[in-house]
């Protein structure tokens, strides 16, 4: 079983930045690629970066060039580096651990998530 604590979000301004973090515990070797998603109101969860184990980072039009997903292997720790943020960028964000073949397939629960807001 693996755990996911996610941590960082709040309320900014557009144009400002923010870091979220996911701490992860648990059988976290069996992933082979780990993910942030979000999920705005009335909205279905979506993808928003991938950082495969032997593959290059995804992300979609929507945040490439403004996130930046990352981990620290010896803290078993994600992060997510956001700039530039917009008010469409306001969500839940969540982490995940799971496969990557061509696509991401989370297979790890979800947590709590963490707020993030963004004022116009």
């Known amino acids: 079983q693996v755990q996911l604590v996610e941590s960082g979000g709040g309320l900014v301004q557009a144009g400002e930045s923010l870091r979220l973090s996911c701490a992860a515990s648990g059988n976290t070797h069996i992933f082979n690629a780990w993910a942030w998603y979000r999920q705005a109101p009335g909205k279905q969860r979506e993808l928003v970066a991938t950082?495969?184990?032997?593959?290059?980072?995804n992300y979609p039009p929507s945040v490439k060039g403004r996130f930046t997903i990352s981990r620290d292997n010896a803290k078993n720790t994600l992060y997510l580096q956001m700039i530039n943020l917009k008010p469409e960028d306001t969500g839940v964000y969540y982490c995940?651990?799971?496969?990557?073949?061509?696509?991401?397939?989370?297979?790890?629960?979800w947590g709590q998530g963490t707020q993030v807001t963004v004022s116009s």
């Open positions: 950082i495969p184990t032997l593959d290059d980072t």
């Open positions: 995940s651990g799971g496969w990557y073949s061509r696509t991401y397939h989370p297979q790890s629960s």
